[in-house]
T-cell receptor, first 112, second 112 residues
């Protein structure tokens, strides 16, 4: 019973490089989310999806793109990484309306 | 603007010493309040959802309560394994079900 799985767990990038973070959930949830967590700040929503083929911007979307080609997967892309994107990234999914989100264990990303 | 403030930022307890964590919130109508536990290097783990003032939920040594302005997480006779950061989050009535505002958490340390 995996729940929400994120890959990779750790990554170091140089400024200007690109990468994709993968989130997979096996709970058949419609809703999926990408957050970032920085010291002293609450989790902030980057992008989200309300179903396969849909995406929408959250609170801090600049510098990121997302895709949801399959219901179980939600990808977060950094086209040209910047040091300000050094953070821990969490993926979450949710079932029906007003239900809680369930989180993966995060990807720790450092941009040098 | 929705706000969530958690206090204290950090709390150190002796094993068996009961205490409470506070989550104060300001939202234009509350759709739901969520408590999560986060262990180091892990994602938030869902604990409770509270929907209306006066509601209470319990799980082992934890009890969550809700008023119109704040929520408390009461920890009774804590054990070292209760050490973690506890996050509070609110979902307002406005902005759809996607909008959730997280607090910065209370880091709890329980000493044997």
């Amino acid at each position: 019973n995996a729940g929400v799985t994120q890959t990779p767990k750790f990554r170091v990038l140089k400024t200007g490089q690109s990468m994709t973070l993968l989130c997979a959930q096996d709970m058949n949830h419609e809703y999926m989310y990408w957050y970032r967590q920085d010291p002293g700040m609450g989790l902030r929503l980057i992008h989200y999806s309300v179903g396969e083929g849909t995406t929408a911007k959250g609170e801090v979307p600049d510098g990121y793109n997302v895709s949801r080609l399959k219901k179980q997967n939600f990808l977060l892309g950094l086209e040209s990484a910047a040091p300000s994107q050094t953070s821990v990234y969490f993926c979450a999914s949710r079932d029906r309306e007003n239900q809680p989100q369930h989180f993966g264990d995060g990807t720790r990303l450092s941009i040098l | 603007e929705d706000q969530v403030t958690q206090s204290p930022e950090a709390l150190r307890l002796q094993e068996g010493e009961s205490s409470s964590l506070n989550c104060s919130y300001t939202v234009s109508g509350l759709r739901g309040l969520f408590w999560y536990r986060q262990d180091p290097g892990k994602g938030p783990e869902f604990l409770f959802t509270l929907y209306s003032a006066g509601e209470e939920k319990e799980k082992e040594r934890l009890k969550a309560t809700l008023t119109k302005k704040e929520s408390f997480l009461h920890i009774t006779a804590p054990k070292p394994e209760d050490s973690a950061t506890y996050l509070c989050a609110v979902r307002p009535n406005s902005g759809g079900y996607q909008k959730v505002t997280f607090g910065t958490g209370t880091k709890l340390q329980v000493i044997p």
